[in-house]
């Protein structure tokens, strides 16, 4: 092994340390060493006051209870609506039957579930079906002789739509004339319910239909029909774009059986809102806690 001198490592020691670049080196070390001291606390906790976290989190907590609670109400809102526009819809539906409008077609847009009296005659030659359809019995004698037992696990059979011309304006709009079995859908099996010439009956004005879930969408151009988009109907046909449902009465021995009107407006507003109001008074407990 080589010997070095001890006064020769002396002095290049000396030298090192009399230089100013490693001196102002071994001061910045010196300084920054504090920021490796474990005891001394970071800036980050210094600056985290607990009550003011815990005051975070309680705010954070309430939101769930609060949302809750809030849509508890607005529930409660959407129930108030729904009940005024059933009660509107029962009532319209009591009123005395009125002219239909042909002089004035755009009242028919605030008429939905009215009863008017239309005078004109079908053209058969142009009908079509919105099937499966099942058979509508509401308020009638199922017994009638008339009107087969209702069996709503059966095979569904389908409504029948008509063109309808009416008198005296030549108008042609579109009637569902109701609901026929599996066995009677092709006209060729009702002959006998083919009206000819100029008729009269009371109907209800109906709107377009909101397609439901899980229900295919219509084909015009292969003419099937799942749900009642009457834009679709009258331009495939030529019509105008107003559809009304022939009432009971209306129906005659071997033709579609009339009334079968559904008023599809589900009501399940007090059930969501005891569900939210549930939510908010089980998530403020856990806030409680």
């Known amino acids: 092994m080589m010997n070095i001198p001890g006064g020769l490592v002396n002095k290049l020691l000396h030298h090192l340390i009399s230089d ?17 001291d474990v005891n001394k606390p ?3 906790s210094q600056g985290k006051d607990p009550k003011l976290q815990q005051a975070k989190r309680s705010i954070i907590g309430l939101t769930a209870p609060l949302l809750g609670f809030a849509l508890g109400a607005w529930q409660l809102q959407r129930l108030q609506w729904k009940t005024n526009l059933l009660k509107k819809i029962e009532d319209r539906m009591k009123q005395e039957v009125m002219p239909f409008p042909d002089d004035n077609l755009s009242l028919l847009d605030d008429l939905e579930y009215a009863k008017v009296k239309v005078t004109g005659e079908f053209l058969h030659d142009h009908e079509f079906y919105i099937q499966p359809r099942q058979r509508f019995d509401k308020g009638q ?34 009637v569902n004339r109701g609901w026929v079995s599996p066995q009677k859908i092709t006209p060729q099996s009702r002959m006998e319910g083919q ?18 879930s899980f229900i295919r969408r219509n084909v015009p151009e292969k003419d099937l029909w799942f749900y009642t988009d009457i834009t679709q109907m009258a331009e495939k046909y030529g019509t105008l774009p107003i559809l009304v449902d022939a009432c009971y009465e ?12 559904r008023v599809n407006h589900r009501n399940d507003h007090m059930m969501y809102a005891c569900f939210w109001f549930s939510i908010g008074a089980a998530t403020l407990f856990g806030w409680l806690l």
């Open 250 to 261: 209306s129906s005659i021995q071997g033709g579609p059986i009339g009334g079968q009107t």
């Open 42 to 44: 970071s800036e980050d």
């Open 195 to 212: 009206v000819q010439g100029q008729v009269t009956f009371d109907a209800v004005v109906r709107h377009t239909e909101k397609r439901p």
């Open 20 to 36: 100013k670049s490693i001196k102002c080196l071994l001061c910045r070390s010196v300084q920054n060493s504090s920021i490796y």
């Open 141 to 174: 004698d199922n017994k009638s002789k008339d009107r087969p037992p209702v069996n709503n696990f059966g095979s569904p059979g389908a409504q029948v739509i008509t063109p309808f011309k009416l008198h005296p304006s030549g108008h042609v709009i579109l």
